[in-house]
């Protein structure tokens, strides 16, 4: 998600409220206005956001930020401003999908894993619950849900649910699983009843050698659990979708996985064979994980005519069009988080830009060197 800095002024507890600049605005309660400076017209709003840094008498809580951060923040996105002065916008008004983090806990310690499991902070629900109570979603827009493993939280997984029920009925939603929880059937029937409608489900699965997914996956048995999780939410034909996250251990085997998918799993909605992202414990494997999609290129596309071919909707995520083959250049698809992309200097040259996914700007210098335009 975006994140900006800036001087937090008065406040005394993380604030969530929807940025607007209309001061004339009548809700007024978790809204966080944005204004030249406090006024008698910004009473009763959340919090100011402000350029201006003059001393005078300020009662309402307030952050500066620069005039580039202030132009970043649109009508409608919801913020979440902490003691600290940093300003994470939890769901952005115009992005075709937010993530909405549950948990940060998880039952596997993947090699790769972007963001580090970690003892659940029960904030994060209310957090949730406060942010799915306040944003509009459009019609277009996507809620996913994710974490961590969202649904090791049991009953408040369930009641994120039905906060999505009630308040967002006919949004469409996704949530990312190591699927595990689903080996248990009653589980699994228990979320069919209780998930809201339009509802997919994308489960990671890394190999089709159970040591190797466990390896890559870091606890064992997590194969056949995952395995199992897939084939109950089979059983009550569930949407589904398939993520392969490609790195050093798996990469040779790409056509392999296809295969073992498309024999094991035909019933899924859709698979798709991703690129890593250098943050978190990738990081700190590098050597272990890190493979330049290059080397993958003609993997990649096997993996793909055999997922085609058997009539399994298939893509290629975050891997550039200059890294992939261009017969493979149409299962590749651009991110939907677009503040997760960039384009290098050498970028600006390439005739296939606009369809480009672009890099990673988390990954920072861990680029490949093969980059070149078209
Ligand atoms: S399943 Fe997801 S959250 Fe859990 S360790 Fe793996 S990558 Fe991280
Ligand atoms: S040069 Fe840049 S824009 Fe062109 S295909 Fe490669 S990464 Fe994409």
Not at 50 to 76: A, H, M, R
Request: a neutral charge; charged letters at 25%; glycine letters at 4%.
């Amino acid at each position: 998600m975006k994140q900006f800095k800036g001087i937090p002024e008065n406040i005394q507890t993380p604030i969530l409220g929807l940025v607007t600049r209309n001061e004339m605005s009548l809700s007024r309660v978790n809204r966080v206005l944005i204004a030249e400076e406090e006024s008698l017209l910004s009473k009763g709003f959340s919090a100011l956001i402000t350029n201006n840094d003059k001393k005078k008498n300020k009662s309402l809580p307030q952050i500066k930020v620069s005039e580039e951060i202030s132009n970043n923040l649109e009508e409608g996105d919801c913020v979440l401003i902490s003691e600290d002065g940093n300003i994470k916008v939890v769901w952005e008004k115009k992005a075709p999908a937010n993530s909405i983090l549950l948990t940060e806990m998880c039952d596997c310690r993947c090699i790769m894993c972007p963001q580090p499991p970690k003892v659940h902070d029960k904030n994060l629900i209310e957090i949730s619950k406060r942010i799915l109570n306040l944003i509009k979603i459009e019609k277009s827009q996507t809620i996913c849900l994710t974490g961590g493993e969202p649904t090791l939280l049991k009953e408040s997984f369930f009641e994120i649910l039905d906060a999505i029920n009630k308040k967002h009925p006919k949004s469409s939603v996704m949530m990312l699983t190591n699927g595990k929880s689903f080996a248990d059937f009653e589980f699994t029937k228990r979320f069919v009843s209780s998930r809201p409608k339009d509802f997919l489900t994308c489960v990671s699965l890394h190999s089709d050698v159970d040591e190797v997914h466990d390896r890559i996956v870091g606890v064992k048995n997590s194969f056949y659990k995952t395995a199992m999780g897939l084939q109950n939410l089979a059983r009550f034909r569930e949407k589904v979708e398939i993520r392969v996250v490609v790195n050093r251990i798996n990469a040779h085997r790409l056509e392999s996985i296809a295969t073992f998918i498309e024999r094991n799993f035909p019933f899924i909605n859709h698979c798709t064979f991703m690129g890593m992202e250098i943050i978190g414990l990738a990081r700190d494997n590098y050597d272990t994980v890190w493979i330049d999609p290059y080397e993958y290129r003609e993997e990649i596309s096997q993996a793909m005519r055999v997922l085609s071919r058997a009539d399994i909707n298939a893509s290629i995520y975050n891997v550039p069009l200059c890294l992939t083959e261009k017969k493979s250049w149409s299962f590749a698809r651009q991110s939907i988080s677009g503040w997760k992309n960039d384009y290098l200097p050498i970028c600006e040259d390439c005739s296939v830009k606009s369809i480009c996914c672009g890099i990673f700007t988390t990954s920072e210098l861990h680029q490949s060197p093969n980059i070149y335009p078209q």
